[in-house]
C-alpha cells in the first residue's frame, strides 16, 4: 500500500499523512511510497484526525503559493523575452544600415570605440595580461600607421564580409586604426555622441546596453591557472589584408597554448575533432581491435607453453592425469578437461585426419593420443552390468537439517528478551536503545505483539525481543523466554513485582536461560529501589550488590541513565555463554510472529537459530512452504540472506503459520511440497479426530448441560498470528455457567466477505482486532444484519465479549414491598370511582408499583395504581405517617379495615 492510498483510506489529505508519517520517524520519502506493514501499524496508531476545513485551509493555502510562483515565473519569462525581442530588433536594424552603407567599414570603426594598443610581448612568456586602456576616437582624428608610432600594434578585427560585397574596394586592405600613446593614467573614455552628431559623422546607433546581472554561483566555472610552457611559433597562415599590419601582435584573449589560438577563437583540440573525419575514427578503431587481438593471441601461447611443459613435467615425473571416457566423447568436454579452447582441439583433429564438430563425439582411442600430448591419460570406464540393480537414494534423507559438528561452529550474537509487566517501561527501554518511537505508537500505551530489533552495540549486533506485559498474552511471554539467552526482567522502581513479573520470572527459570534484571523509571522521585531489591530476594533472585548472582541494573528509558551499563553486562553475559551456530548450512529457527500483509501476502516474522537464510531458499513450516521471495529486517531494508541469531521478515510462504512453529529449509521444493501436503492431512485428520472420538457418560452428560446454555458465536480476525493465539485463549478463559462462546473461525487478514457471509448463516459476532473491514464489507453486513466491532487495545475487546455474554441472559426480576397503608374511611364519588381515604402506616406508597388489597389478611386484589391525592393535589409518592386517597384501575369494593400493600418488582444485576 503506498502512502496516499493510505491516507484515502483514513479519509484525509495525503499531505498531512506525509507530515505525521515524517513526525513518526517512519520510512516514508514521498506520498507516492510504498509504506511497509510495520510503518503502516504505526501510522494508523499514531495517526491524529485533523478537521477537515483545517485539511482543505491548508490545501487552499498551498495551492494558493503555487499560483502565486507560476505567475511569478510567467510574468519573469515575458519580461525577459520582451527584452530579448528589443535587443534582436535593435541589432537587426544594425545590420541592416550597416550593409546598406557606402563604406562600411569606415563608418563601423567610426562608430564603435578605439582599442587601445598593447606591448608587444618580451621574450620571456608572460603570466599575467596587464589591464588595456580603451579610448573612443572617431575615425577622422587616427593617423595612417606609417607615421603614427604606436606603443604596441592595435589587436586585428576580423570581419566576415556579406555574401552580396563584390567590389574591388572590399578586396583592398584597410588602414590599421591605432590607439594614441597610452599615458600613465588611464584615459576614461568619451562620452557616447548623440544621434544627431553620429549621423553627421556617418556613424550608426550603438546596441543598448544592457543591464550587467552577476552570474549564478552555481553556473560559474572554477577558474584554472594554465601551467607555463614555451611558446610555439604557428605556421606562416594566410591572412586577411587588413590584418597584415598587426600580424606580429597576439590579438587579446588568445592563449599560448591549450587556449584560443587567432582571431577566430578555434583552440588545437576543436580544430583537431572538426578535422577529424569517420574515416581516420574508423582507422584508429580496426588498429586498436587489432592490437587487442595480438594480445589475447599472444597470452592464448603463452597459456598453452605452460600447459605443455606442465605436462612434459607430469609425464616426467609420472603424475599424469586421468581422463574417465566411457564409449565416447564430445569434442567441447573433452576439450575443457584438457584444458585448451574446442577449436585448437578441432584443428589438432583435423591434422589427424579425423573432421569433427564442436558438438560431435570422438572415439576413446583417438581422444588417447591427443590427451598424451597435453599430458593427460585417458582411462576406459567399463559399463554398468545391466543384472546390477541401481540404488536409489531416500529422498526423505534430506529432510532434517543434520547436526553441527564442533569444528563448524561460529560465534553468534546474542538474543536478549525483555519480559515483565505492563506499562513498566519495556518498549521505552527499547525505543530508547533503537532511537526509536515505537511506544507513542502503541494503541493505549501498551506493547500488544512480539517485537524483533537488531542493534549495533559496540560493534557487535544484539537481537531484542519486546514482549507484551498484559496479562493476556501470557502464552507470548513464554514464547519469547524460549527463544531467548538471556532473559532480563523489567521492573518498574514505583511499582514493584507484580504478578505478570513472577510469571516472567518462572517462565525464564523453566526455560533455562540466564536472568538479568533491569530496574526502570528510576528517574521518578516515587522510585524505590530498595524495596525492588528486597521483592527480588523474596523471589530466589538475589543481587550481586548483595552477595547473590543475580545481575541487577538501575536504568531509566527517558533519560537513558544506567542504558550504557545494561547493555555492557548483557555483552559480558554472552561472552560468558560462549554463543555459537554452524552458518555454513541450510536455515532453521523458529516463528516469532506470523501476520497477512494486504498486497504482500503471508509475512512471517522468524529468529534464525543456526544456518543461513537466503533469497531463494524453499522453507517449510508445518503444513505451510514456499519459495522465499524476500526477507527485511526490522528497520524495512531488503536483505539478500541472514545469519543466525537475525530476526528477520519472510516473504513466499503459502499461508500464515502458528506463532512458535519450527522452520527449516530444504533442498527441493517438490519434497516441501509433500512434506506440507502430509502435515496438513494430519492436522485435517486430529481436527476431526477430535469431534468423532468415543466420549465417557460424564462428558456426554455435560455436553447434554452444555446445549442448554446460551451460545455467543464470534469470528475473530486479529493483525498477527500471535494476537489470534492471545485472544482466543483470553475469551475461552471467561467462565459462565449460563452462557458459553464458540469460536466458529479465527485468523489474520481483514475483514472480508467470506467472514460476513458465514457469520449471517451462523448468527455470529464478527470482532476485529488492529484490523479493518474490506472495502463493501459493512454495505453486506448491514443487508445480512451482521455487527462488526474492532478494537485496538484487547481489555477493551474482553469487555465487550462479556458484555454480549451478559445481553444474551434473559432478565430476572424481583419483588420489593415499599410500604403499607391502612383504610380508615371510603369515599364513594359516583362515576368517578371510589376512593379509599388511608394512613401511611410503613415505607412509602408511590405510583410507579402495584397495589395489593388485604382484608383480614385474605388477598382480594392486586392491581396497578390509577392516583393518589394528598389533600386535593395528585401526588406520585406518599410516605409513612401522611393521610392520602387511593384510587385503584378496577377495584372499588373498599371497606373500612383493609390494608393496602405497596410494592414494585426491580431487575437483578446479570452475572455469568
Known amino acids: ?23 513518526m520517524n517512519a520510512d516514508i520519502q514521498s506520498v507516492i511510497s510504498l509504506v ?150 588611464t584615459a576614461p573614455a568619451e562620452p557616447a555622441l548623440p544621434p544627431a552628431a553620429q549621423r553627421a559623422i556617418g556613424g550608426i546607433a550603438p546596441l543598448p546596453v544592457r543591464r550587467n546581472v552577476a552570474p549564478r554561483p552555481e553556473f560559474v566555472l572554477p577558474v584554472r591557472t594554465p601551467r607555463p610552457a614555451p611558446i610555439k611559433k ?39 575533432i572538426q578535422n577529424d573525419t569517420q574515416e581516420n575514427r574508423d582507422i584508429r578503431r580496426d588498429k586498436k581491435r587489432e592490437r587487442q587481438e595480438q594480445r589475447q593471441e599472444q597470452r592464448q601461447e603463452l597459456r598453452q607453453e ?95 537439517i543434520p547436526e553441527d559438528r564442533p569444528d563448524q561452529l561460529r560465534p553468534r550474537p546474542p538474543v536478549v528478551t525483555f519480559l515483565g509487566h505492563v506499562d513498566h517501561g519495556k518498549t521505552t527501554l527499547m525505543d530508547y536503545i533503537r532511537s526509536a518511537h515505537v511506544a507513542a505508537g502503541e494503541a493505549g500505551g501498551i506493547t500488544q505483539a512480539i517485537s524483533a530489533y537488531s542493534v549495533e552495540v559496540s560493534g557487535r549486533s544484539i537481537t531484542f525481543l519486546d514482549t507484551p506485559g498484559h496479562a493476556a498474552f501470557s502464552a507470548m511471554r513464554t514464547r519469547g523466554a524460549s527463544l531467548t539467552d538471556v532473559a532480563v526482567i523489567i521492573i518498574a522502581a514505583d511499582d514493584g513485582i507484580m504478578p505478570q513479573t513472577k510469571e516472567a520470572i518462572q517462565a525464564a527459570r523453566n526455560a533455562h536461560v540466564t536472568i538479568m534484571v533491569a530496574i526502570t523509571k528510576c528517574d521518578k522521585p516515587s522510585a524505590n529501589v530498595m524495596r525492588v531489591m528486597q521483592q527480588l530476594q523474596n523471589e530466589n533472585l538475589t543481587p550481586e550488590e548483595w552477595g547473590g548472582d543475580t545481575v541487577v541494573c538501575q536504568v531509566s528509558g527517558i533519560t537513558g541513565e544506567g542504558v550504557g551499563n545494561l547493555l555492557d553486562m548483557i555483552l559480558l553475559q554472552a561472552d560468558v555463554l560462549e554463543l555459537s551456530a554452524n552458518p555454513d548450512r541450510r536455515a532453521n529457527g523458529s516463528v516469532i510472529e506470523a501476520s497477512m500483509a494486504p498486497g504482500s501476502g503471508p509475512v512471517v516474522n522468524v529468529l534464525v537459530t543456526g544456518g543461513t537464510l537466503n533469497v531463494g531458499d524453499i522453507m517449510i513450516c508445518n503444513e505451510f512452504y514456499g519459495k522465499i521471495r524476500a526477507l527485511t529486517d526490522s528497520n524495512g531494508r531488503r536483505l539478500k540472506s541472514a545469519g543466525p541469531s537475525s530476526a528477520v521478515s519472510v516473504m513466499g510462504l503459502s499461508g500464515v503459520p502458528e506463532a512458535g512453529a ?72 471467561i467462565k459462565s455457567t ?18 460476513v457471509e458465514r457469520a449471517g448463516n451462523g448468527k455470529a459476532l464478527i470482532i476485529g482486532f488492529n484490523v479493518s473491514p474490506e472495502s463493501g464489507v459493512n454495505a453486506l453486513a448491514r443487508h445480512h444484519g451482521v455487527r462488526i466491532q474492532t478494537f485496538r487495545i484487547i481489555y477493551e475487546l474482553l469487555d465487550f465479549v462479556k458484555q454480549e455474554m451478559l445481553a444474551l441472559l434473559p432478565a430476572e426480576y424481583r419483588e420489593v414491598v415499599r410500604g403499607h397503608a391502612f383504610v380508615k374511611q371510603v369515599f364513594d364519588l359516583g362515576k368517578d370511582g371510589v376512593v379509599a381515604g388511608s394512613i401511611v402506616n410503613d415505607g412509602f406508597i408511590t405510583t410507579k408499583g402495584q397495589m395489593r388489597v388485604l382484608r383480614r389478611g385474605k388477598l382480594l386484589h392486586t392491581g396497578a395504581i390509577a392516583t393518589i391525592r394528598h389533600f386535593k393535589e395528585s401526588v406520585e409518592e406518599v410516605k409513612m405517617a401522611q393521610e392520602c386517597g387511593v384510587m385503584l384501575e378496577s377495584f372499588k369494593m373498599f371497606e373500612e379495615g383493609d390494608v393496602l400493600e405497596c410494592f414494585a418488582f426491580e431487575e437483578i444485576p446479570k452475572t455469568l
Open 36 to 185: 511497509s506493514p510495520e510503518d503502516e501499524r504505526i501510522i494508523r496508531s499514531g495517526f491524529h484526525r485533523r478537521l477537515e476545513a483545517d485539511i482543505a485551509r491548508e490545501e487552499n493555502e498551498v495551492q494558493a503559493r503555487l499560483r502565486e510562483k507560476a505567475e511569478k515565473a510567467v510574468s519573469l519569462a515575458r519580461a525577459n523575452a520582451k527584452a530579448d525581442a528589443e535587443l534582436l530588433d535593435a541589432a537587426a536594424k544594425r545590420a541592416a544600415e550597416y550593409v546598406s552603407s557606402e563604406r562600411p567599414l569606415d563608418r563601423f570603426l567610426a562608430s564603435r570605440p578605439a582599442v587601445a594598443a598593447v606591448e608587444k610581448p618580451t621574450k620571456k612568456p608572460v603570466a599575467e595580461a596587464k589591464p588595456v586602456a580603451i579610448e573612443a576616437k572617431p575615425i577622422s582624428e587616427t593617423k595612417p600607421a606609417a607615421e603614427e608610432k604606436p606603443v604596441a600594434e592595435a589587436k586585428p578585427v576580423a570581419l566576415k564580409k556579406p555574401a552580396e560585397a563584390t567590389s574591388s574596394e572590399e578586396k583592398k586592405a584597410e588602414p590599421a586604426v591605432a590607439a594614441p600613446e597610452e599615458s600613465k593614467a
Open 738 to 755: 449460563k452462557v458459553s462462546t464458540n469460536i466458529i473461525q479465527s485468523g489474520t487478514g481483514s475483514i472480508a466477505v467470506n467472514d
Open 234 to 272: 604557428a605556421p606562416p597562415q594566410a591572412m586577411h589584408p587588413a590584418d597584415t599590419a598587426t600580424a606580429g601582435a597576439a590579438p587579446r584573449g588568445t592563449e599560448k597554448k591549450g587556449g584560443l589560438q587567432g582571431a577566430g577563437g578555434v583552440s588545437q583540440t576543436a580544430r583537431r
Open 306 to 400: 605452460q600447459r605443455r611443459q606442465e605436462a612434459a613435467q607430469a609425464v616426467a615425473n609420472g603424475t599424469d592425469k586421468e581422463i574417465p571416457v566411457r564409449g565416447t566423447i564430445v569434442v567441447k568436454d573433452f576439450a575443457e578437461k584438457l584444458g585448451i579452447r574446442p577449436n585448437q582441439l578441432i584443428t589438432e583433429l583435423m591434422k589427424m585426419g579425423v573432421l569433427a564438430s564442436i558438438n560431435q563425439s570422438i572415439d576413446a582411442e583417438t581422444a588417447g593420443k591427443i590427451a598424451v600430448v597435453h599430458g593427460f591419460t585417458v582411462v576406459h570406464e567399463k559399463r554398468r552390468n545391466s543384472d546390477a540393480k541401481p540404488v536409489y537414494r531416500d529422498p526423505s534423507q534430506d529432510d532434517e
Open 662 to 733: 519450527e522452520f527449516r529449509v530444504l533442498k527441493n521444493e517438490k519434497r516441501a511440497r509433500e512434506i506440507a501436503e502430509k502435515a496438513a492431512i494430519q492436522r485435517k485428520e486430529q481436527l476431526l479426530g477430535a469431534a468423532t472420538q468415543a466420549r465417557s457418560v460424564d462428558d456426554i452428560f455435560r455436553r447434554m448441560h452444555e446445549a442448554d446454555k446460551l451460545t455467543l458465536n464470534l469470528i475473530l480476525r486479529a493483525d498477527v498470528q500471535g494476537s489470534v493465539e492471545a485472544i482466543v485463549e483470553a475469551i475461552q478463559q
Open 1 to 23: 500500500m503506498r502512502l496516499f492510498e493510505l491516507a484515502t483510506e483514513l479519509k484525509t489529505s495525503a499531505r498531512d499523512l506525509y507530515r505525521q508519517a515524517k513526525g
